[in-house]
């Protein structure tokens, strides 16, 4: 590996100590845009091969890019930007990645020291502007800081889960730092709970005659101990959407997941039972869940506790290790009858959405369309899935196996997708990468199919492509309003992608879908598959949930994709 060159002198200028320190941290690669306050890193950049430099279309999707490595991945990523409109231009990436608590780090060039506070041209106080996004943001304003300030905003991605950033006057780049790299920064140690606080737990599963299961994210690494705890006490499972992939669809106690995109066995279910074991979710999304329920909770950060309602018992540590000890101290239930309501709510389920996948034989349905892409997709495949009502669609209709799920959680922004799929090729090569975007989300980030071509990052679009913000205008249907700026203007998306570099393919009848999913799945560069869809109205839409009167004396609950 090509290694930093120092200076004359023996040391290293801040740009050069960057990419040395990021190598040795492990990070890959940088996403960024070009600008006059990163020129200097860029040069650095160019000059090595320790770190691949991304350059990307637009600031928000280089920082999409990063908050999608980071969630894939579980390691820290770096993004960069210029002063002004640069940084400004990235807020909104760096605002899923703070949501979803995803490990990004940003380095943002800032305008000379002597210019910073006077209103010269791109001069804005950074740090007032990331504030309400960042764990952590500092002014470099002398070189010799440099190498501590940037082991501080590691740190705080790391530990905190979130954005860190970093200010780098444009002349900084070039004055010289001392000493060596900092060592990989470590996690910190998950805290271990006390043995009462596991008997408390038990004792409240204990005395449950119907509890249920909530799986989260943070079940990632504990998929067995979250079976193992089902089965020893009976306990359907629900999951998050970022979760159905952890765990086998077709497992007996798998009932789907919970809220508009989930089942409705999942909030049947819910609403029966006596006590809810939430691991490492905090999605409670409101009009789907009991207005009261018995909670007990267990996750990796304290923070994640008690944001739904009310809980009984909390345990915060590893989630495999709080799991298999748990499991051993629970007492064994059995109901066959409970069991069997739960497969005849299962089976009904079934049937019900396969009517939904049999609905039409003229028009391509979103869930004709995510049906196929259930048996098209290879089984460890990376979906990347952009903001809309195809969201929804795919959490209800796909059928998961090992695949990987990548979403914009809490911040839910358009233009995630495609960006995350960049991001997923890049950080796995090996495996199998599909976006699903909406003609309102492709929109702001398609472009991007142009930095797929020039990185030869061989990827699929699907494109569902219904000429409406379908969420949107149906939600407003639903409630007898105007339905103004739902329209998406039509764009011959084909000739479009051609124009980046990529392939594409057109589908507007049933009987093509299937063949084009398999032809685009089977090439080896990236492709966009433009399937002409219909926009029917999901069940439960409203824009609401409670009257405006009811809101006032109740807040709404926040609710996230988790």
């Avoid at 691949?52 to 980071?70: D, G, V």
């Avoid at 820290?76 to 002004?84: L, R, Y």
């Avoid at 809220?259 to 006590?275: I, K, Y």
């Avoid at 090569?429 to 797929?452: M, W």
Wanted: glycine share 8%; proline share 7%; hydrophobic share 40%.
């Amino acid at each position: 590996m090509e290694m930093t060159e120092h200076n004359a002198d023996g040391t290293l200028n801040v740009a050069q100590h960057l990419i040395h320190q990021l190598a040795r941290w492990g990070v890959k690669r940088v996403y960024g845009v070009i600008g006059d306050a990163n020129l200097f890193l860029l040069d650095e950049l160019g000059k090595q091969s320790e770190l691949r430099y991304i350059a990307c279309k637009h600031e928000t999707n280089a920082a999409l890019m990063a908050s999608a490595e980071a969630k894939l991945t579980g390691w820290p990523t770096v993004c960069i930007a210029t002063s002004g409109p640069g940084i400004t231009s990235m807020l909104n990436g760096l605002a899923d990645a703070s949501c979803d608590r995803a490990p990004v780090l940003a380095i943002t060039g800032q305008v000379e020291r002597r210019h910073i506070g006077t209103g010269a041209v791109q001069d804005i106080d950074q740090q007032v502007l990331v504030q309400p996004l960042a764990v952590y943001s500092q002014l470099v304003s002398d070189s010799q800081s440099f190498p501590e300030l940037l082991n501080l905003a590691m740190k705080a991605a790391i530990n905190e889960g979130g954005v860190a950033h970093l200010s780098v006057p444009k002349e900084v780049w070039l004055l010289p730092v001392k000493g060596g790299v900092y060592p990989p920064s470590p996690s910190s140690p998950f805290p271990v709970p006390v043995p009462e606080q596991y008997q408390l737990m038990a004792d409240v599963i204990n005395e449950a005659e119907r509890p249920v299961i909530l799986a989260g994210r943070g079940i990632a690494n504990a998929q067995q101990q979250t079976i193992a705890l089902a089965e020893k006490i009976q306990a359907p499972i629900i999951a998050t959407m970022p979760a159905q992939s952890f765990l086998p669809s077709d497992h007996p106690l798998f009932v789907g997941g919970l809220g508009q995109a989930g089942s409705e066995p999942a909030s049947v279910l819910l609403s029966e039972a006596d006590l809810c074991i939430v691991l490492g979710a905090n999605w409670w999304p409101e009009g789907f869940v009991p207005e009261s329920i018995p909670i007990v909770e267990l996750d990796a950060t304290a923070e994640n506790i008690g944001q739904g309602q009310p809980y009984r018992g909390s345990l915060i540590g590893d989630m495999a290790g709080m799991l298999q000890l748990l499991v051993e101290m629970l007492e064994p239930k059995r109901n066959d009858a409970y069991g069997q309501e739960i497969q005849r709510k299962k089976d009904d389920w079934r049937a019900r959405i396969q009517a939904e996948i049999d609905e039409s034989k003229e028009h391509i349905t979103p869930a004709q369309l995510m049906s196929e892409l259930s048996q098209c997709v290879a089984p460890d495949a990376v979906l990347a899935v952009d903001v809309g009502d195809h969201t929804v669609w795919l959490g209800r209709i796909f059928r998961f196996q090992r695949q990987s799920l990548l979403i914009s959680g809490n911040w839910r922004t358009l233009g995630f997708g495609l960006p995350a799929a960049i991001a997923a090729k890049l950080s796995s090569p090996e495996r199998q990468v599909v976006c699903v975007a909406g003609d309102g989300g492709a929109s702001y980030s398609i472009l991007e199919l142009a930095t797929a071509v020039r990185y030869g990052l061989p990827l699929t679009m699907i494109l569902v492509n219904n000429g409406t913000y379908a969420m949107e205008s149906n939600r407003m249907q639903a409630e007898g309003l105007s339905t103004l700026g739902s329209e998406v203007m039509y764009l011959d998306y084909a000739p479009l992608a051609r124009a980046c570099g990529a392939e594409s393919l057109s589908v507007t009848k049933p009987d093509e879908l299937q063949p084009a999913l398999e032809r685009a799945l089977s090439m080896n560069r990236p492709v966009l598959v433009d399937v002409k869809c219909t926009a029917p109205m999901l069940p439960h839409t409203k824009i609401l949930r409670q009257s405006p009167v009811a809101q006032t004396e109740q807040p709404d609950r926040v609710s996230v994709f988790m």
